[in-house]
């Protein structure tokens, strides 16, 4: 039967920990209308509750956030004492139900103050003894959901003293999508040192060509403010100790989420810039984006990045 874990409750303007992001806000929105009005036609009849799993895409898997709240509508108000909800791997893992017909799950793992999931950890969900309160039910549905690509090794390796590299080679993200794929990223940045060593600010670098554009939505909690700035072009050739002795007050690109929740940049590569400091126009440039957080702060961040590729 389902855990007694007390967990968050996801609503409209205090998300879970960390901000959804507006696509999953609106799909939220829209799909608890259709879930409203099931639940007001609650007439017996024959035909077995169905789901719908609150989540903006599927791709074989339900793609979720380390601190999203995973949320499960009804079609019908259900018999919640028959319903048995089992997780594969079942550590940092809870649910409970918000009412007859709502069921949501979240991570009870706790870092940086904020509940989440167990960090890059795919798992399932098994729903047994579905049924209305008629008594028509179906049987177990099993749902399997993956993470986002977790690229931030300072949170895993405390060793670690480098940058997070968001490709895998020339034309894919580090999860093997097409550079015209969305990519998102996720971290944390923690000031206290729970850790073994401060942790305040991530790199991850992406390589672009001329004339292509980056366009980069951050998302926090709110009250976080993550800086976040954009240097670059870099030649690959000695890029370590370019960025080791590099300035980011210099950076050309600076913005923070100002304690709301979010930041929105977008920029292109420029041919004369690449000419200038590359030696070519088409020369391919790598470029920097750091995100810091002031003393005594800590939380997590999602970072979404999508590369248009124009034509030439």
Known sequence: MLSSQSGPVPSASNPHGFGIGAALLSGLAVLSMIGCNSRESTSSDNTPPDHIINLPKSQGKYRFGVTDTLVVDFSEKIDTSALAVAFSPVEGIGARFKDQARLVIFGTAS??????????????????????????????????????????????????????????????????????????????????????????????????????????????????????????????????????????????????????????LGFNADYSKHDDLLGSPAAPGIYVIRLSIPADTEGFYRLGLRLVKRKK
């Open 111 to 264: 870092s940086s103050g904020t509940a989440h999931f167990p960090v890059n950890s795919p798992f399932t969900a098994t729903l047994s003894g579905l049924k209305d309160p008629a008594g028509n039910g179906r049987t177990a549905i099993v749902e399997s959901f993956q993470p986002y690509a977790w690229t931030d090794r300072d949170f895993q390796d405390a060793s670690f003293t480098g940058y997070d590299s968001l490709f895998a080679t020339d034309s894919t993200w580090i999860d093997g999508s097409s550079f015209s794929d969305s990519l998102v990223t996720e971290g944390r940045l923690d000031f206290s040192s729970n850790f073994g060593k401060e942790d305040r600010q991530d790199y991850k670098i992406v390589k672009m060509i001329p004339p292509d554009t980056l366009r980069v939505l951050l998302t926090c909690s709110k009250g976080l403010n993550i800086k976040i700035q954009m240097a670059g072009p870099f030649s690959p050739v000695g890029l370590d100790a370019v960025l080791k002795d590099y300035v980011f007050s210099q950076a050309f690109l600076t913005d923070s989420t100002k304690a709301k929740g979010s930041a929105s």
